[in-house]
């Protein structure tokens, strides 16, 4: 059926009218440029040749200068050329094009080659009162990708979407709004990709096709028209360039990367937490972290202990230690109403908690009954709440906060909604509060907690994980999928949603193996610690009153799945830790869309049932019920699986077995995996320095290591690269550079997938003899052992 093209409502209750008009003037100053239309005026600004931003004011209006919550100072000196031409004015730099049409108003903007990139229809943002919407050109062959947590498929077209924080825990497959808005896309059409970020904290949507097939809109109910265009062309470029105008994602300690287990309400006492902990270790299951949810709160107080289950909070957080597990406990933002609690009154007495507009606190209903919220738009809030983790570190809790309900979640009873409903709050200027700050008081209460955390723990990366955030969050914490189900459904849908967060900044991030929500079956908690260990952020947590899902509560078949799973993921620590590294400096995500490394193949550009782990790894799980095997698709170049070093040419679809212990992976020919031996945490020494060497394909990786804690302690990086053919394999281990000496250790080459044994092995230029080479028992294996003295290697083979 052909779908409409009519101009629909972007929110309800706001009321699109008037137009900008034609362009009648236009000056210039320095890299930013201003059209007067009839109606309004246009800004249009360089941050950089390929970054652009685009403000508008309606009627006689100025520009809001509003607060961005998102943005961090970034600009370049930008050179510019303007063409006044009879129709249009094109302002152009070295990286884009952009033409504003007269006559009616409307704005382009293309590449250098002259591929459009973005195309407003004729006269521009409709707007009337605080509310706007602006209708785009949708091209044909249009993919759209990011918008953060969102339900739904990886390709967000035809789909419609609204920005507004809120506890919705999935009433349905595809429930929307839910946790966090992220008002960033990415649009792929012709094999380039573009960027368009709106930077506004009001309930915002995005309409890409729902009502059109030749169109998709973005609007607001209020607030600024600010708006982004990110020139790519590649997909990598557009991410990197969104992170520098948003924020670099925060570096986590490597323990953070290990396997954390929690559940909500059957851990009840300190005697239920060290078995669990005990049963990891003699299981030989690494795990790094217990997490304690709201039970060990004092009556849900926040930053108290609960008396009877631990009535010495240090000495059991010692006896975790001693076992080698770190405790992290979660953090509500509500404050519990209670005049015998010191935080409460504290922050009565200061003045720190949301008001009314009759000057009186607000008061909704939370865990702990009557609870009252932090104004955490309020720098001596943020630092107030922050300075309370001071007293959880000195039991020894871990220097991180998982933070909850922080959309904020209010009026969890049902039947209290309309009672306790937040459209009285005011912020502390005395204007409406949901409108304008709702969407960012996740983002601000991370804040708060990872500053805390820093102050608390000085010179250290602190761990901060919340359920509610918005653009710019990924400074201060990372994210998982909130309260989702046990269902195959949910396990298939955490895999789009974790690729568009990566797609949006937001590289660590996870969903809860085995669901939240519901009894999970052994096959599906199999399965789903297959497809978590490669999750960034890989931890089981369950709800009260559902099936036990720690490794072992199925029974020893599922056990061993689990462990050989839970084991994989420590020995590619050292590969996520170098790709966590890379995400903190360029924003790129660590589990990965295959468009995202494949952009310009049609056929990866739709797929959203496997993924890539880094360059490297093709990751292929198992997500329907029953299934044993299962289709493959591989792009271009290489492939080796990694379990048989079976080796395979794409672009090819192959169908392959998957029986229930194992999990398709491949890897790409030309890469160096680093790895290291199993252990039972991430603090323990991982030994020899293995590297997976994979001929036929060119690549390089840079390998970082440090103390796993520190901010600003020793570090060092080593570059890997490969130059391959059929009959020839050249690697080369770069030099060491900077001031980390890791343990005495060896370096282990390991060439997997070679057909014949090597004729020449040459290492550092001297033939090795082939009599000390080891082959493995199928032939596919070479493994060459050195010393490890932070001196380039160079490794030459000829095949």
Known sequence: MQKSTSVSQPLKGCVLSSHLGDVTSFSVEKSSVELLCSHGRVRVSFLSPSLVRVQVAHGDRVYRDHESFSRVPFSEEVSVTVVDESDSISVQTEGVNVRAQKTPFALGVSDPSG?????????????DGDGFLCQFVMPDDARFYGLGEKTGGLDKRGRRY??????????????????????????????????????????????????????????????????????????????????????????????????????????????????????????????????LDIEYMNEYRLFTWNPVVFPDPSAFVRKLAKKGFRVMTIIDPGVKVDDSYDMYREGVSKGYFLRRRDGQFYVGIVWPGETVFPDFSRAEVREWFGSKYAGLASCGVSNSSWIDMNEPSNCIYDGLKEEYSMDSVVDSEGRPWEPRLRNVYGLLMANAVFDGLKATHPGQRPFVLTRSGFSGYQRYAATWTGDIHSTWEHLRMSIPMLLNLGLSAVPFCGADVGGFMG??????????????????FFR???????????????????ESVSREYVSLRYRLLRYLYSLARHASRTGHPIMRPMAFEFQDDA???????????????LVAPVLEQGSVSRTVYLPAGKWFDFWTDESFEGPREIVVDAPLELLPVYVRGGSVVPMGTVTENTDKNQGDLILAVYPQGCGKFEFYEDDGVSQDGPSATVLFSTESSERSLLLTVGQRKGDWKPPRRKLVFEVRGIVRRPSTVCLDGQEITLSVLRVNDVGSRLRIVTADNGQERRLEMVL
């Open 540 to 558: 089981n947590h369950s709800n009260m009153n559902t099936a036990r899902q720690e490794p072992w509560a199925f029974g020893k078949e599922i």
């Open 115 to 127: 591929d459009l990139l973005l195309q407003t229809l004729p006269r521009g943002p409709l707007m």
């Open 603 to 617: 056929r990866a550009q739709g797929i959203e049932d496997q993924f890539m782990v880094g360059p490297a790894l």
């Open 162 to 291: 609204e920005m507004w924080n809120t506890d919705n825990a999935y009433s349905t497959i595809d429930a929307d709004p839910i946790y966090q808005s992220n008002p960033f896309l990415i649009i792929l059409s012709k094999g380039k990709a573009c960027g368009v970020f709106l930077d506004n904290s009001y309930r915002t949507s995005f309409d890409l096709g729902s009502n059109s097939d030749d169109s998709f809109t973005i609007g607001a109910s209020g607030g600024p028209f600010d708006l982004y265009v990110i020139a790519g062309p590649s997909m990598a470029d557009v991410v990197e360039r969104y992170a520098s105008i948003t924020g670099r994602p925060r570096f986590p300690p490597r323990w953070a990367l290990g396997y954390q287990q929690s559940r909500w309400m059957t851990y009840e006492s300190e005697r239920d937490l060290l078995d669990i902990a005990e049963q990891f270790r003699t299981r030989r299951i690494p795990c790094d972290t217990i997490v």
């Open 519 to 536: 009894d999970v079956t052994p096959e599906l908690l199999a399965r789903w610690y297959q497809v978590g260990c490669f999750y960034p």
